[in-house]
């Protein structure tokens, strides 16, 4: 895998050090988030969506109502900002100043395209909830013709990309460090709860084998 090239709106500026470009780097930080925030500007006015993604290659899939302003303009070639973010920790340092986050975060810059063949939707879609919970495709009911065309769906190919990293202790200034005051990472991440079934359920199920193994995987 290739590093994105560097140039002007994607090379970090602000400690450049932390800043990442191999492919495999940023990736890993796309796959592992489950939401992403979309930035687009219309007529002027910036706004910011958070949403769902999920990635194919080096495309970025973007999926929801046919009726929604981000659907419409992602899918009509308009310009996107796109950025993924893990915080790690608080990073408590014996100076306010000092003070920071662990983190792992991306930014990504492409056009969106509409998927329209109802098969590349489908698939888009399957990626999609395979995405939150490996197993559920094959079990959930397929979307139907009405399901499929009031979901858009907008591949995003990654024309540009960074990844900016901060781990570690924190980092006082020489003078500081024999300062009295607790210094240290608060390490701060998700994890699942237990299931609750739906209380509308028709019949009481067993909690599905995919659902159980990916919890216990998550949980070693
Ligand atoms: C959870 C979290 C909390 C943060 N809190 C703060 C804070 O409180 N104050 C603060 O000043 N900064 C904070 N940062 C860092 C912040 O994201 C920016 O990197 C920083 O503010 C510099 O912004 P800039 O526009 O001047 O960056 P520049 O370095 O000028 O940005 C140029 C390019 O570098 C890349 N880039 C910049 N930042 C990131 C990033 N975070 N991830 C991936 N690529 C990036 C982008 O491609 C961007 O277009 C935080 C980051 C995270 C992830």
Redesign the pocket.
């Known amino acids: 895998m290739t590093a994105f090239e560097q140039e002007r ?8 050090a932390r ?1 990442q470009y191999e492919r495999e780097e940023v990736y890993r930080i796309v796959d592992d988030a489950l939401i992403c925030h979309v930035g687009f500007v219309i007529d002027g006015q910036p706004f910011v969506i958070p949403t769902l993604h999920a990635r194919d290659g080096d495309t970025l899939l973007l999926h929801g109502s046919s009726a929604s302003r981000l659907m419409k303009h992602a899918g009509a070639g308009g310009a996107l ?1 796109i ?1 993924v ?1 893990q ?1 790690d920790g608080i990073v408590l340092a014996r100076s306010i100043f000092n003070h920071s ?1 662990n ?5 990504l ?1 492409g056009r969106g395209q509409l998927v329209t063949a109802p098969e590349e939707k489908l698939a888009a879609l399957a990626c999609f909830t395979e995405r939150l919970l490996p197993g559920r495709w094959d079990d959930a009911r397929e979307p139907n013709r009405k399901e499929l065309k009031a979901t858009a769906v907008v591949a995003v190919p990654i024309d ?5 990293v ?1 781990v570690g202790p924190p980092k006082d200034d020489e003078e500081d460090l024999a300062l009295p005051v607790w210094a240290g990472v608060l390490p701060l991440g998700q994890s699942y709860g237990e299931p609750l079934a739906d209380p509308g359920a028709a019949a009481e199920l067993p909690l599905p084998e995919y659902l159980a193994a990916y919890l216990a995987a998550r949980r070693e």
């Open positions: 709106r994607n090379k970090v500026q602000r400690l450049p800043g900002c950025t973010t915080v986050i983190y792992r975060s991306a930014v810059f540009s990309a960074s990844a900016k901060r």
